[in-house]
């Protein structure tokens, strides 16, 4: 069953365009993903379902009933962690979260917060105040805020950026629990590598929507090979490469080769043996989400 539904959805900030006739749905108890650069429309997207900014054409309906129409009533029936640490410095955890949860009308809230703090392992850190807490405990708490009104689904703007690797690793887990917990989660991320937990993924760029699917069903939308090719001189390879016209991805000591026949990989590697760049490794992989969102990027921009 749908718990979101956006058509033609447009937002508009004077003469900037930031999101352009979207749409899409989400079903209950999905992990639905909007992935994308900053200044893609991510943000404004979700502030924009959450009643937090006002619709410049199209229609948000969240439990089947307009935002623009019915925004108290649903913004009570949801939970929202933005993508800035908005909660307060100088009082402790716990009291952060009685003082969210009396916000929310919630009368019996002890049991629920003590099931919070243990769900998100701040149990031991409840009389420490927010502003001594490390990035990702912050985030965890801001969690524990915005599921204290039990929502039925929330929605989490980049919530593991700046996080250190252990903490967005246990971020995940918590997630994956609330899942499986029937509860909906809507996240915007600019990690292709989170977006993968997701069972959909929307691939948004300059606020439009380039594609949207599984993450293995947009995989197979790149009708090219990608090799994996490693080299002591990487960036004079890929730039060599670029130079000739060739698709090429760079991350870090590794290059992705896009192409489209054999042909082109042995005509790459014989140009690397004529310029003495020698070639450690190469292998056939299969695409990632980066791969492909750089694909569909390179593609949009072609037709520019």
Not at 82 to 109: M, T
Request: charged share 25%; net charge neutral; glycine share 6%.
């Amino acid at each position: 069953m749908k718990i979101l539904e956006i058509t033609s959805f447009s937002k508009n900030y004077g003469n900037i365009l930031a999101v352009n006739d979207i749409s899409f749905h989400i079903d209950e108890g999905e992990m639905f993903g909007l992935v994308g650069p900053d200044g893609a429309g991510k943000t404004t997207t979700i502030r924009t379902i959450c009643g937090l900014s006002n619709i410049s054409k199209g229609t948000i309906k969240l439990f089947n009933s307009e935002i623009a129409e019915n925004r108290q009533k649903i913004q009570n029936s949801v939970g929202y962690l933005s993508q800035i640490f908005s909660l307060y410095g100088d009082l402790s955890v716990e009291e952060n979260i009685r003082f969210f949860a009396e916000i929310h009308n919630i009368k019996d809230y002890h049991s629920r917060m003590y099931e919070l703090l243990d769900f998100t392992r701040l149990s031991n850190f409840k009389s420490r105040l927010a502003n001594n807490l490390s990035g990702g405990m912050k985030q965890k708490l801001a969690l524990a805020c915005s599921l204290i009104h039990k929502p039925k689904i929330i929605f989490l703007d980049e919530p593991t950026t700046g996080v250190d690797p252990v903490s967005r690793r246990d971020f995940w887990g918590i997630l994956a629990n609330l899942k499986n917990e029937g509860i909906t989660i809507f996240l915007t991320t600019p990690y292709l590598d989170e977006a993968e937990r997701c069972d959909r993924v929307a691939l948004m760029h300059n606020g439009q929507i380039l594609a949207l699917d599984s993450p293995n069903n947009l995989k197979k939308l790149m009708n090219e090979s990608v090799y994996e090719i490693h080299s002591k001189n990487i960036r004079e390879l890929g730039s060599l490469l670029k130079s000739e016209n060739y698709k090429v991805q760079l991350f870090g000591d590794r290059l992705n080769l896009v192409i489209k026949t054999e042909v082109e990989l042995e005509t790459a590697i014989n140009l690397a043996i004529k310029n003495k760049i020698e070639i450690i490794d190469k292998r056939r992989i299969t695409p990632s989400l980066e791969n492909l969102f750089i694909y569909m990027i390179e593609k949009e921009s072609s037709r520019i």
